[in-house]
């Protein structure tokens, strides 16, 4: 190879990086507080099964309001900004162009972070507007929107720069992802949370449309072109069959945007229908995205010793799993039994934190000491935190799964005592807390890395300044 | 997929035909649905709400009643229960053996076990309930014959399904039942039973607003979560407040206390006592127990 080609390359590389600091910062740190906060938040929340009369005169922390807020935080405060940043590396990254306008995401993360607070505390006083997932009210709901739309000129800028026109897999899943969430989010509110919503059930129909394009669609979106991206690169070997890529790609997307509406909906009863069929095709792309992976990640064997790939590997396999309840949710047989019991909690959660989360923590890993040009100041604890985590999502998930299968039997047997059926969850939700406060626990070393770098580069920044000014002037500017 | 654009097409037809399909579509079919009637009946249905249960709704959404409560009952399917109300001029052992005379048509013979349970050591009584069938055509053959010999009886059509056997409603909700929900929230988890129709269950005020205080009050093996905050601990003044709740001693307040609802869970209690579906529509037929209309 020829040497100063590569010294080029590498000098390029090392500007991308670095224009990528600032604005990823902004987005990583308030993310990495929201993901703590809404962990903590979520604990608090479950406390009111373990102890009911816990929060009885704290109106803020009652269950129905707090479990809402930490929701909220996990998908709007963690996964969505953290995977704005990780999208706009990758996206300048492939370019192989610094990043374009780098002032405008920094604004948009300081927009998208105080949206999330306007949210958090809306729901936390009772001003939530009542649907799932778009608890927000208007002004957050505004907040979140543009900032995600400047994120998204970003992107399309740096794109349309590039010195380099090959269009990878990763490509095709984050620029949807881009495209979706404009789409979904400005519908849903529009119709939900605007002066002229439409009357009676169809804002439960646009509702489910509008959460699963969210929490399945867009983050498996996402998160997917995420790994199609890291994988590879880590392992230093090629991605697996771009056709399987593609096919699972359209898919998703055709078939993916259907899924949703539950069986026994209070609707017209082709929409379920039409619906769990749609949801029953989305193991095309499942399949089509396994394939890719085993390609990917069994066949060339690389050992990552709780590095960035383990996370995203572990992330993938639990993309599976919770595609699988996804679809098994929506499957008339079990959906009778499953319905209105903890295992959807168990499917949302998984997908969430499982699927969506650990990818970002391996991303977030990945690129760190790229933009900081550093090595990460923790690295044991962060390697730490991949056990610890991926416990404790198993200790979350499981139980919850299990009993919520056990309930749902218990509830369909109407011989049964309603409260016994409950009985039978409570006994799964200790086991599962547990699992809460060790994803809590795991998520420290992020926050530990992330603000010791950050920190750091100021206090250098600071030095520089510093002497910089103390430096005596140059002979020229002195006379001058 | 070598262009964006090819990316970009196809992203935006698949998003955009989901989007015609679930957001447009239901839009269309149902945006301007309007007030229906009851089956059989010129009685519309739903009524208008109050304007303190519309308010209740509204602490029902602040409060996020919707993560532990679903507010849908589901059924699945519908069974058809024929009961025997006056023979006649038949005594008890005539009906009996005219029945038996039946078993050997050729229709009825799967029914034959059950209408020989049914109707083997009968002493009478009445009402009788003969025959329980998913199929109406053999009920209504069966109502035929026992008209045809002036045997007076009951044709009633039952929802069934574990909610319904629960006592969470007598037919399953329809998109007619939320018309004037706003905001609809119907749930997704049964951490608490199914609220649709808990008006009927528990059509007491006071009922209502002690559960809320104090869910342990009224079901000592509650785990729902007390909302102690909606209501007002205070001094009694010189005058006791007419609308304090008249707790048992355990849950009372100290002496000289007590414990009045505010106004947001006085209207909550009202929402709450407002719940049921109670009618049967088109869609969701059956027979009242208690006939709309006397």
């Given at each position: 190879m020829n040497p100063t080609v590569k010294t080029t390359f590498s000098v390029c590389t090392?500007?991308?990086?670095?224009s990528c600091r600032v604005p990823l910062l902004a987005l990583f740190g308030g993310a990495a507080l929201w993901l703590v906060a809404g962990l903590a938040l979520g604990i608090g929340a479950i406390m009111s099964f373990h102890k009911p009369d816990l929060f009885a005169d704290c109106q803020f922390l009652t269950f129905g309001r707090s479990q809402a807020a930490a929701n909220d935080l996990l998908l709007y405060g963690f996964c969505i900004p953290a995977a704005l940043g990780v999208l706009l590396w990758i996206f300048s990254r492939l370019s192989q162009t610094p990043l374009a306008l780098p002032i405008v995401p920094v604004v948009a993360a300081n927009l998208w972070h105080l949206g999330v607070l306007i949210g958090t505390i809306a729901i936390l006083t009772g001003n939530s507007t009542g649907h799932l997932w778009l608890e927000y009210p208007r002004p957050a709901a505004v907040l979140l929107f543009a900032a995600f739309l400047l994120t998204a000129v970003t992107a399309a800028a740096t794109f349309g720069f590039r010195q380099q026109r090959d269009l990878f897999p990763a490509h095709w899943f984050l620029f949807a992802a881009l495209l979706l969430f404009p789409w979904i989010y400005s519908t849903a509110n529009l119709f939900l949370v605007s002066n002229q919503v439409p009357r009676g059930v169809v804002q439960a129909i646009i509702g489910w449309w509008f959460g699963n394009n969210l929490i399945f669609v867009w983050l498996a979106l996402a998160g997917v072109g995420m790994a199609f991206y890291f994988l590879p690169k880590i392992a230093g070997k090629p991605l697996g069959n771009?056709?399987?890529?593609?096919?699972?790609?359209?898919?998703?997307?055709?078939?993916?945007?259907?899924?949703?509406?539950?069986q026994g909906a209070p609707v017209p009863a082709w929409m379920p229908t039409l619906s769990s069929v749609m949801t029953a095709l989305t193991l095309v792309p499942l399949i089509a995205i396994a394939l890719v992976l085993w390609q990917t990640i069994v066949r060339n064997g690389f050992k990552c010793g709780g590095g960035p790939f383990c996370f995203i590997k572990f992330g993938m396999l639990c993309f599976i799993a919770s595609t699988i309840l996804y679809i098994s949710l929506a499957c008339p047989r079990y959906s009778r039994v499953l319905e209105f019991t903890w295992f959807g909690t168990a499917q949302t959660q998984l997908q969430l934190l499982g699927f969506f989360a650990m990818i970002l923590f391996g991303a977030i890993y990945e690129i760190l000491p790229r933009i900081m040009e550093a090595p990460l100041p923790f690295p044991k604890a962060a390697k730490a935190q991949f056990w610890i985590t991926g416990l404790g999502i198993l200790l979350?998930?499981?139980?919850?799964?299990?009993?919520?299968?056990?309930q749902g039997m218990k509830v369909r047997d109407a011989a049964v005592?309603?409260?016994?059926?409950?009985?039978?969850?409570?006994?799964?939700?200790?086991?599962?807390?547990?699992?809460?406060?060790?994803?809590?626990?795991?998520?420290?070393p992020l926050v530990l890395n992330l603000f010791v770098m950050t920190i750091r580069w100021k206090v250098a920044l600071l030095k520089t300044l510093i002497s910089a000014i103390k430096a005596p002037l140059p002979e020229a500017e002195v006379k001058a | 997929m070598k262009t964006g654009i090819g990316v970009f097409i196809a992203a935006v037809a698949a998003i955009g035909?989901?989007?015609?399909?679930?957001?447009?579509g239901p839009q269309l079919q149902l945006g301007g649905e309007g007030i229906t009637t009851v089956l059989n009946s010129t009685d519309e249905y739903p009524l208008q709400p109050t304007g303190a249960e519309n308010l209740g709704q509204q602490v029902y959404r602040a409060n996020g009643c919707a993560a532990c409560h679903t507010e849908q009952v589901r059924q699945t399917g519908v069974t058809c229960e024929l009961t025997l109300t006056s023979l006649g001029v038949y005594k008890a052992a005539d009906f009996t053996a005219f029945a038996r005379s039946l078993f050997v048509l050729p229709e009825l013979a799967k029914y034959t076990n059950a209408l020989a349970d049914a109707i083997n050591g009968w002493n009478g009584d009445m009402p009788k309930t003969i025959l329980t069938t998913?199929?109406?055509?053999?009920?209504?053959?069966?109502?035929?014959?026992?008209?045809?010999?002036?045997?007076?009886?009951?044709?009633?059509?039952l929802a069934t399904g574990p909610d319904i056997s629960r006592g969470w409603g007598s037919?399953?909700?329809?998109?007619?039942d939320y018309l004037y929900a706003q905001p609809v929230q119907l749930g997704n988890l049964r951490a608490g039973p199914d609220l649709a129709n808990v008006g009927v269950r528990k059509p007491d005020m006071n009922w209502q607003l002690i559960h809320l205080y104090a869910p342990k009050a009224v079901d000592s093996s509650s785990t729902m979560p007390?909302?102690?905050?909606?209501?007002?601990?205070?001094?009694?003044?010189?005058?006791?407040?007419?609308d304090a709740l008249k707790l048992p001693s355990e849950f009372a307040p100290a002496q000289g206390y007590e414990v009045v609802p505010t106004t947001d869970a006085k209207n909550l209690a009202a929402y709450l006592a407002s719940l049921k579906a109670t009618v049967p529509l088109y869609e969701a037929p059956f027979t009242p127990v208690i006939a709309a209309k006397p």
């Open positions: 090392n500007e991308i990086d670095a771009s056709g399987y890529a593609i096919t699972g790609f359209l898919t998703l997307l055709f078939f993916g945007t259907w899924a949703g509406i539950p979350f998930v499981v139980p919850l799964a299990v009993g919520g299968l056990e005592p309603f409260a016994d059926a409950s009985a039978v969850a409570l006994k799964f939700l200790r086991v599962s807390t547990t699992g809460q406060l060790l994803i809590l626990l795991g998520s420290l | 035909l989901s989007w015609c399909g679930l957001v447009l998913p199929d109406k055509t053999i009920v209504e053959e069966m109502a035929n014959r026992l008209k045809a010999v002036g045997v007076k009886f009951d044709l009633r059509i037919r399953q909700s329809v998109a007619a007390p909302f102690r905050y909606l209501f007002e601990l205070r001094k009694i003044g010189s005058t006791p407040s007419p």
